[in-house]
């Protein structure tokens, strides 16, 4: 049991949980066995024996058990549920249109469904139901009230509301402006825009999959990679000091992790050149300039050359291909900060302190 | 729009503004205000005259402009409260002697939020904010390092920024010797920053 333990913890440190979770990801949109009903019932299995398990261990019970982790748990298996019921759906309308019948939507009604009773009345239910579950939580959990407040004193580690953690898993990767302003209003703006760089209309009204594989993939990356597991990583993993623990570890404020920092710059200059730092900042910070040009200004046009990247080219038009490919390259910034900074503790490829823009 | 039969059409008001210039009106008002005769409230609008009109929004114009400048100096007065309830930002620490060479005092975090720090032999306050959000970090003895619990920003000794997401070093405070009896003074409301090179500006450090 102990070298169970040990192991998880060694592989919850985030550059193997992450790289695991990425193969998990792709296996399971890959995978048909696990989006039956019988696969999405030994997942539920697997996930509450886990919890069940884990809960037996006392550092992984304290974080868990704390009324602020409630949340997250719960988000655990209503977007796994989510997940598996939307895959569910889009396997069997995919199966249903290959063999020529009507989609699982269509057969429910051909026209359309009334707003009243169809919809209000579900509503209604699940209203009535919420209330019964936030009275009982709020009866049930303590609130997490702590002493009063004192601006010099921050408990340790200090945690963003639950829905906000992947945007504080963020910041430690990204430069606060960045990380706290141009990315969070980019993510808004992003997923406002889908609709309009995206006109596709295949899928309207209706779950499938195989028509749409790209955009699910890419939206389900984005969605359960890149926001859910990071809320569930700053959540279980991250501990005092904003230090990563793995979720058996005891959360031991003096835990030592050195994690000295170096730039781009510094990496190419002193480490790989073995010359100083040139003192004008544009020399300085040249192959960030170069790199950060590269990825947004010229690689948009390389992959045009990609034939299937080029299929969505023809399909968007030049507009839309460039504000769409724009914004995923963004989102994949994230990802490669992360990566580079969990095995090369590179902290910025551009860090023009002259001006306070790093990237 | 909805379709009920008493309402103007567009294509109606159109035609109306044609027969006569006190129809559009009317029949523009006429889908607000379902029950009142259209007749009567054309002859209400007929009385403000153009000039009329313009005299009323000067009017309410320079009203708003009051309402939004009285709120504004209200808001004004509000940011100078005349009672404070927190630390003065100058204030005395102790005499130099209480700070031995090479330690982190902590005793003035929780009160005033700095820390009187000796390196050497060379004395100077630090500012318990973290330079990445503005969380107050830890003195973290045994690592030999401040460390921000939210996200993880970590600071040497001195204050120089090496590990986690903050973009620069710890902001340091003017420190003086007081003439009268001799203990030192840390002003909170004079910063040096390492980025502008103030570390060696005379106000930022005591030689012990």
């Known amino acids: 049991m102990e070298a169970i333990k040990s192991l998880i913890n060694f592989l919850s440190y985030p550059q193997w949980s992450f790289t695991l ?20 019932w030994v997942l539920l299995a697997l996930i509450t024996l886990f919890f069940g398990l884990a809960m037996l261990d006392p550092n992984f019970f304290v974080v868990v058990a704390k009324p602020d982790n409630v949340p997250i748990v719960m988000m655990v298996y209503l977007v796994g549920f989510f997940w598996w019921f939307a895959m569910h759906k889009a396997h069997e309308n995919d199966r249903r249109i290959a063999d020529g019948e009507p989609t699982f939507e269509k057969s429910e009604s051909e026209d359309r469904i009334f707003t009243w009773p169809d919809l209000v009345f579900s509503e209604f239910i ?57 990315l969070p209003g980019l993510i808004i703006v992003g997923l406002m825009a889908i609709p309009y760089i995206d006109t596709n209309k ?24 890149l926001w859910c597991e990071l809320i569930v990583i700053g959540t279980f993993l991250r501990g005092p000091n904003w230090n990563f623990f793995g979720p058996f570890e005891y959360w031991d404020v003096n835990k030592v992790e050195p994690l000295v920092n170096v730039d781009l710059s510094e990496l190419i200059w002193i480490q790989i050149l073995g010359v100083g730092l040139p003192s004008n900042f544009l020399l300085r910070e040249i192959f960030g300039i170069v790199f950060t040009g590269f990825y947004f200004l010229v690689l948009p046009v390389i992959l045009i050359k990609n034939k299937f990247v080029n299929r969505f080219y023809q399909d968007m038009g030049p507009t839309r291909y460039y504000v769409g490919m724009t914004l995923f390259l963004t989102m994949m910034l994230m990802p490669i900060k992360m990566y580079l900074r969990w095995f090369l503790n590179l902290k910025y490829f551009v860090h023009i302190q002259e001006f306070f823009l790093n990237l | 729009m909805s379709d009920t039969p008493e309402e103007t059409k567009p294509e109606q008001t159109a035609q109306a503004s044609e027969s006569s210039p006190a129809q559009p009106a009317a029949a523009a008002k006429a889908p607000a205000a379902k029950t009142a005769p259209p007749a009567k409230s054309a002859v209400a609008d007929a009385e403000v005259s153009r000039r009329g009109f313009f005299s009323w929004a000067a009017v309410a114009w320079v009203g708003f402009t009051a309402a939004a400048g009285g709120c504004l100096t209200a808001w004004g007065r509000f940011m100078f409260p005349n009672v404070l309830y927190e630390p003065p930002t100058s204030f005395k620490v102790g005499p130099i002697s209480e700070f031995p060479v090479d330690t982190v005092d902590e005793r003035f975090v929780e009160s005033n939020g700095v820390w009187i720090v000796n390196e050497g032999g060379r004395i100077y306050a630090i500012i318990a904010i973290c330079t990445h959000l503005g969380c107050p970090p830890n003195w973290l003895e045994a690592q030999n390092k401040f460390k921000c619990p939210c996200h993880g920003s970590g600071y040497y000794r001195n204050g120089i920024n090496f590990e986690g997401p903050t973009p620069r070093p710890l902001e340091r405070a003017a420190v003086s010797v007081d003439p009268d009896d001799g203990q030192i003074l840390v002003d909170k409301a004079q910063k040096f920053l390492w980025e502008r090179g103030q570390w060696d500006d005379p106000s930022a450090f005591l030689i012990a």
């Open chain 1, 202 to 225: 295949k899928g309207n009204g209706y779950y499938t999959l195989k028509e749409r594989r790209t955009e699910i993939w890419l939206f389900m990356f984005g969605f359960l990679i």
């Open chain 1, 126 to 182: 699940c209203m009535v139901l919420l209330t019964v579950g936030m009275v009982l939580w709020s009866i049930l959990l303590k609130a997490p009230l702590e002493e009063p407040a004192n601006t010099s004193v921050a408990p340790n580690p200090s945690k963003a509301p639950w829905y906000f953690l992947g945007l504080q898993e963020m910041l430690v990767y990204f430069d606060p402006w960045m990380a706290g302003v141009v």
């Open chain 1, 21 to 40: 979770s990425l193969v998990l990801f792709w296996l399971a949109m890959r995978s048909k066995l696990l989006w039956t009903k019988a696969g999405g």
